[in-house]
């Protein structure tokens, strides 16, 4: 397996160690600074990794057929581990997250049957669109929840907030976005003949 593959496989591991730091203070009363220390620290692996993999796999001509599952597989597991986390301590409306889960899910039923079929999925617009908002959407969420249990800021925290929570919705307009953009791929490779 080649590092690409292991860096993905990093973000798997990461996700729920992440989640279990995320919410030690809320079980604990207690490690507030190094639950928040070491969920920033996943969060920037998480994403960095998310970078590299993919890069590095384009670059030393090491994509792989497991890698092309694997990856995306990773980014949904990652970014729904911290929409998780968000909605559990009331940051992120739920009907929100439910869009972004059943859209991954979606996504996901998705990818795997056209590779059944020998189809690759590539990215499209909306599909980066939705990329850039779902990572914007982890560091404001982020910083709403370390100012919160820290203290810090009480007066940017409302306005930071409610920003937070617009980039939430257009997180899910971006993911919905890139839901039909999918449909219409696979509408217009069923009209294709072959």
């Not at 301590?89 to 899910?105: A, H, N, Q, S």
């Not at 820290?150 to 976005?177: C, D, E, K, R, Y």
Request: positive net charge.
């Amino acid at each position: 397996m080649g590092l690409p593959n292991k860096l993905t496989i990093v973000r798997l591991i990461l996700s729920p160690l992440l989640f279990v730091f995320f919410f030690v203070p809320v079980w604990t009363d207690s490690l507030t600074i190094i639950s928040l220390i070491v969920v920033w620290v996943f969060f920037l692996i998480i994403e960095t990794t998310d970078v590299l993999d993919g890069h590095l796999a384009r670059k030393w001509d090491q994509i792989s057929d497991i890698g092309k599952v694997l990856d995306p597989f990773a980014d949904v597991v990652s970014r729904i581990t911290y929409f998780i986390c968000f909605t559990g301590v009331g940051l992120m409306p739920i009907w929100v997250l439910t869009i972004l889960v059943y859209r991954e899910l979606a996504v996901t039923f998705i990818r795997l049957l056209q590779i059944r079929k020998g189809i690759a999925m590539a990215a499209s617009v909306w599909g980066k669109l939705k990329a850039v908002t779902y990572a914007v959407s982890g560091v404001a969420g982020l910083l709403v929840v370390s100012l919160d249990r820290l203290n810090w800021l009480p007066p940017v925290l409302h306005p930071l907030t409610i920003l937070t929570q617009i980039i939430f919705i257009l997180a899910a307009v971006a993911s919905i976005g890139s839901f039909l953009t999918y449909v219409g791929a696979i509408r217009r490779s069923e009209k294709t003949p072959t």
